[in-house]
């Protein structure tokens, strides 16, 4: 079964998609990733999204332009991907996450848009969307959903293994002998780009190879003040976003800092507090491994930071493992696509905090029936990924 995944993940920069061909073999599933892309939100789009999240109040009517407009937007993506990457049985579209709703540390709620319908339309395909609020209903965070992937990618992995996502969120699978949990670390990328984005420091939106923070300072004061922040003392499973981790957090934690910060310095500190937290939380889950993920990965700073913190543990991308580093998120919906088409959960409870595993999503028919292919009774037990 050929599934297309797509995602515009908590950066917000583009929709980024993975086709996979999924074959099962006995408990073995073997995903054969083909074309992947990533295309960025057009800078008119992008700039409305941006002034749309919290903590921006924002309307209902602009609430529906962006759902129709990113659902345009994601199923051009979707139309790329298939004529260059060939016809695919199902689509999977995360959307765009604009508002999680956390309270007490409990999610609540949470809200994707990218009307999948367009998608749909303009493919002629079945298309997978709202995959999170399933798990919500079950009591789990709904992210990160991506463990389900790491579990089985990393199952076999002797000592245990760590799967890090620097996306706007990091976030972290712990697997170790069969069992797994997961949860958002805290900001990885998120206050970075709103610095960058804010400051007009680069005109892409983020630190690109890290060059603004390699050329600051870390201001102790402000890492102090930034790491004083109650979430991180928070037990897992939990889940954050922009709703906490945006531009105002910024500026309130340099109101307390009583002293100019230079914008170098500003990217620096921010930079020294993604490495700082998700070294901390790798050291407690002992794990001789750190597979990494995400465009964080593609920052030096970040990835020296981390090597230098953890100098037991074992740093790598995982495009070691199958998964591309840019494209694992994509892979991740592909295969979730494949395991509610098959009748299977899309989620692991160590992995979200739900009560028990869900079959995800919402389905929106293609231009014909919908047909699904048979139930399958037993879910894999490992995935290879291969080119």
């Known amino acids: 079964m050929r599934v297309l995944g797509m995602i515009s993940g908590t950066s917000h920069d583009g929709i980024d ?104 339309e303009r493919t002629g395909v079945p298309v997978l969307s709202d995959v999170r609020i399933r798990d919500i209903t079950a009591g789990g965070h709904g992210a990160p959903l991506v463990s389900v992937l790491d579990g089985l990618l990393l199952g076999a992995h002797e000592g245990g293994a760590g799967a890090l996502n620097l996306g ?70 939990k889940s954050t976003g922009k709703e906490l981790f945006h531009l105002g957090y910024v500026e309130a934690a340099l109101a307390q800092v009583g002293h100019e910060v230079t914008e170098a310095d500003l990217v620096a500190t921010l930079t ?37 913190a953890l100098p037991g543990v074992d740093v790598a991308p995982s495009d070691d493992y199958g998964a591309p580093s840019d494209d694992k998120e994509a892979i991740a919906f592909a295969l979730i696509g494949w395991l509610t088409a098959h009748g299977l959960p899309g989620t692991v409870p160590g992995g979200t905090g739900a009560r028990a595993a869900r079959v995800l999503g919402t389905l929106t028919p293609g231009a014909g029936p919908l047909a699904l292919p048979a139930p399958v009774a037993e879910p894999p037990r490992s995935l290879v990924l291969t080119r």
């Not at 804010?198 to 190879?209: I, M, Q, V």
């Not at 001789?288 to 030096?300: M, T």
């Open 272 to 308: 020294e507090l993604t490495v700082r937290t998700v070294a901390d939380d790798v050291r407690a889950a002992e794990v001789g491994a750190l597979v990494v993920s995400g465009g964080g990965c593609r920052n030096p700073v970040i990835m020296d930071g981390l090597r230098a």
């Open 168 to 237: 706007g969120i990091a976030n972290m699978t712990v697997v170790r002998g069969g069992e797994l949990y997961a949860y958002d670390i805290g900001p990885a990328n998120a206050l970075i780009d709103a610095v960058v984005t804010s400051r007009a420091l680069n005109p892409r939106g983020f630190d690109e190879g890290g060059r603004i923070a390699a050329s600051g300072r870390v201001d102790a004061k402000l890492l102090d003040v930034l790491l004083d922040e109650p979430y991180y003392g928070l037990p897992a499973p």
């Open 17 to 120: 998609v993975a086709v996979v061909d999924f074959r099962l073999t006995g408990g073995l599933l073997e995903g054969r990733v083909g074309h992947t892309a990533s295309t960025p939100y057009p800078a008119e789009l992008r700039a409305r999204l941006i002034e749309a999240l919290p903590p921006a109040r924002t309307t209902l009517a602009e609430v529906c332009e962006l759902d129709t407009l990113i659902g345009q937007s994601f199923a051009a993506a979707a139309a790329s991907a298939i004529a260059l990457g060939g016809p695919v049985d199902l689509v999977v579209s995360h959307g765009q996450t604009v508002y999680h709703w956390v309270e007490g540390a409990h999610a609540l709620g949470t809200l994707q848009i990218g009307q999948p319908a367009w998608i749909a």
